[in-house]
């Protein structure tokens, strides 16, 4: 595998793409002042490289019913952070997992209902001997509910990929390009989808990629939000929106060495309605999609079945 150094161009290229990676190349183009060719010509060696792991789709649980209890557990020299993933995947169907350097193991469970007294105590017992140091519940609102079409064009996303031409999913999903191209315009804007990127923070050579959480007082979530952007719109990669409670922000960052996440950690520290923020230097972070593939296939399940039922009835 080709080593590829990054520049200023390639991080930009793939900011955008983590916002929509079906941003076409010829609108990349006119934001880098490069043409379509060039910029796809860059995307191919980043994805050679193994810096751009693959292009995912986010579905956000609360389309479908569920909430999302982000975990941070700290684990010790008698329990590996595998082993934690293992016992708390044994509790219930992961949305992600973040892995980072050090001692704590930060994952979210994909629940139905609150987050019960009973739950937490499962998942305490159940992770010893490492301990649970924060645990949360997050829900992102939806404007819209998916249809049966709907639930097979994320379908043939999430099997497909996330740049999946237009003209493949009609065809699979047997439907017009246009009503493709609107039903996914509609999922997008209904907060329902979020069509990103996976990179690989171990190709980035000469950069260290890191994410921040910062708790931050409910009143100021929009200005520390807009404030980040102000400060540091070079070092932003992404904001994972579908994943935030509204007390708590997460960003992942890049930047060139320790001593600029540093000064961007104690930069956040000041801004007004910031409670607590902490860094994590990322290695991987991993998305699962074995829950919403099963809530899809069970879900048009229930819309085929009734079909199939009244087309058998005898006609009277």
Known sequence: MEKLILDKIDFNILATLSRD????????????GLTSKTVKARVKKMVRSGVLDKFIVRVNPAGFGYRIAPIEIRTNNRITK??????VKQIGALAYRVHHVGRTSVAAL??????????????SDSVKPATINRISVSEQPVSMSPSETDLRIIKCLLLSGARTEI???????????????RRLDKMKEGNLLELSIQCDPA??????FFTIVISVEKSHYRSVYEHMYMEFQENVLYHPSTIDPDDLLIFVLFG???????????????????????????????YYDDWILREIDERICQTVLPKSIQANRPLD
């Open 21 to 32: 990676c079906r941003t076409p190349y010829s609108s990349i183009g006119s934001l880098v």
């Open 110 to 123: 994909i629940i139905k209902e609150s987050l019960e007294d009973k739950t937490v105590q499962l998942l």
């Open 167 to 181: 003209s493949e999913i009609a065809k699979k999903v047997r439907i017009s390009e246009k009503t493709t191209a």
């Open 82 to 87: 595998d082993q934690v993933i293992r016992r």
């Open 256 to 286: 060139e060495n320790v001593f600029m996440i540093d000064f961007i950690l104690s930069t956040v520290d000041s801004f007004e309605g910031v409670k607590n923020a902490d860094v994590y230097i990322l290695t991987k972070w991993q």
């Open 203 to 208: 190709s980035m050579i000469g950069y260290v």
